[in-house]
């Protein structure tokens, strides 16, 4: 490589767009060596934990919730499909209530801590015998889960975070939750710094090949540039898969899941034990800086 290109691309690989952006592999970051100071935040992301009362699973879980409890973090965020699943056509009321109720239990080793969640795919109950039944769809799960709504927002220092619902028709925000999202955006102070989460992957790399993205992620992404100087990263889980990428200077990343493959061994496309494909169980920990840089890392749990 002739030796102006070299040093071009060092000099790329020295950004702090981009060094922020290797933040979701394991390990030290070059993100990290930018920052003398502390983090304004430090924020666990778990996600996929998809609980339920069988083979020692809520045991295990509070297991690695005491990993997470180990990392000091300021509050938890909780990316949804919190029970094993809700939506299957022979679920049951009881059923579902029981799954619920084993998340209510398994989280009082969250006790102390804020845990902030969002609605995913399986969280909903949709077999209720009429829509009027108060524990039919999203609504109840979101009350469930200890949300305020089905979307909403809260700020923590000069960070706004953004918790969006993208359980509807083709995996979009509807219109309603669009025209806040735009709202919300255009309101944040300058000199803060947006960090959204949702339940299904924005932009990913692994949406090729396992459990997909919103539908409405181009419109999603004209938004986000609209707001550029704000909007600086997306979290998401479903697709069970560890994966980071930046665009337009937002970084996204797809956090695994806790429970790996459902909690279970695995197949023959497993990379281990407890692996979904090539990814390890596990939970991620953000610093968030008062400056907008994020760092994102992932831990896995084996448990």
């Not at 080793?109 to 524990?135: F, I, R």
């Not at 953000?286 to 890392?297: A, F, I, M, P, S």
Request: hydrophobic letters at 40%; a negative charge; one cysteine or more.
């Amino acid at each position: 490589m002739p030796a102006n290109l070299m040093m071009k691309r060092r000099d790329f690989l020295m950004n702090g767009s981009l060094a922020a952006a290797v933040a979701g592999v394991p390990g030290a970051t070059a993100a990290e060596a930018q920052h003398k100071n502390k983090p304004a935040l430090t924020v666990a992301h778990i996600t996929d934990v998809h609980i339920r009362p069988k083979d020692d699973i809520p045991d295990r879980f509070k297991a690695s919730l005491e990993k997470v409890k180990k990392h000091k973090m300021d509050f938890v965020l909780n990316g949804g499909d919190s029970i094993y699943a809700a939506d299957y056509e022979n679920v049951t009321r009881e059923w579902m209530l029981a799954q619920w109720a084993t998340w209510d239990e398994c989280m009082k080793t969250l006790d102390g801590y804020e845990v902030y969640s969002c609605v995913g795919n399986h969280d909903p109950w949709w077999q209720a015998p009429s829509k009027d039944d108060e524990m039919h769809g999203v609504a109840y799960a979101a009350r469930r889960a200890g949300m305020p709504h089905r979307y909403y927002s809260f700020t923590k220092k000069n960070w706004h975070f953004i918790i969006l619902d993208g359980n509807n028709p083709g995996v979009k925000l509807d219109g309603e939750q669009m025209a806040w999202l735009e709202k919300e955006l255009a309101n944040v102070p300058s000199g803060h710094y947006v960090l959204l989460m949702s339940h299904y992957p924005i932009l990913s790399v692994t949406a090729m090949w396992a459990g997909g993205a919103h539908g409405d992620h181009v419109a999603l992404r004209k938004l986000f540039y609209r707001y550029k100087d704000k909007v600086r990263v997306c979290l998401s889980g479903h697709n069970h898969l560890l994966d980071a990428n930046v665009f337009n200077n937002v970084q996204y990343f797809c956090n695994g899941a806790m429970s790996g493959y459902w909690w279970e061994k695995g197949d023959e496309q497993s990379a281990g034990p407890y692996y979904y494909q090539e990814t390890a169980p596990g939970y991620a920990i953000l610093k968030l800086y008062e400056d907008g840089t994020v760092e994102n890392r992932y831990f896995e749990h084996h448990i």
